[in-house]
Nanobody, 123 residues
């Protein structure tokens, strides 16, 4: 069973930047899909960004394209979500999740989850 621990959340002003980290273990090093998901207040969890280790393909939600970047350090088993030009609507709890290689970035298909790290974008 994979284990994931998120960190890096906090309070940031609109237009600011934040980098989230997810330390992951317990899954095949070269055979996985790992991603970040957001649960905004009062809303369902949704995919923000995912990356597939088999073909290197990435997914970004339309709302974050051009602002967020997913980066993996396989040696350290850490995945980062670099978030720039943050908006109030980016507020919520960010979760990291991993599973076997997948072709989609939907929370229902991921089996292993971290506990999340909260992000608040507010002035």
């Amino acid at each position: 069973q994979a284990q994931l621990v998120e960190s890096g959340g906090g309070l940031v002003q609109p237009g600011g930047s934040l980098t989230l980290s997810c330390s992951a273990s317990g899954y095949p090093l070269d055979y996985y899909t790992i991603g970040w998901f957001l649960q905004a207040p009062g809303k369902e969890r949704e995919g923000v960004s995912c990356i597939n280790s088999v073909d290197g393909s990435t997914f970004y939600a339309d709302s974050v394209k051009g602002r967020f970047t997913i980066v993996i350090d396989d040696a350290k088993r850490t995945v980062f979500l670099k978030m720039n030009t943050l908006k109030p609507e980016d507020t919520g709890v960010y979760y990291c999740a991993v599973d076997h290689p997948l072709s989609e970035c939907e929370p229902d298909v991921f089996g292993s989850w971290g506990r999340g790290t909260p992000v608040t974008v507010s002035s």
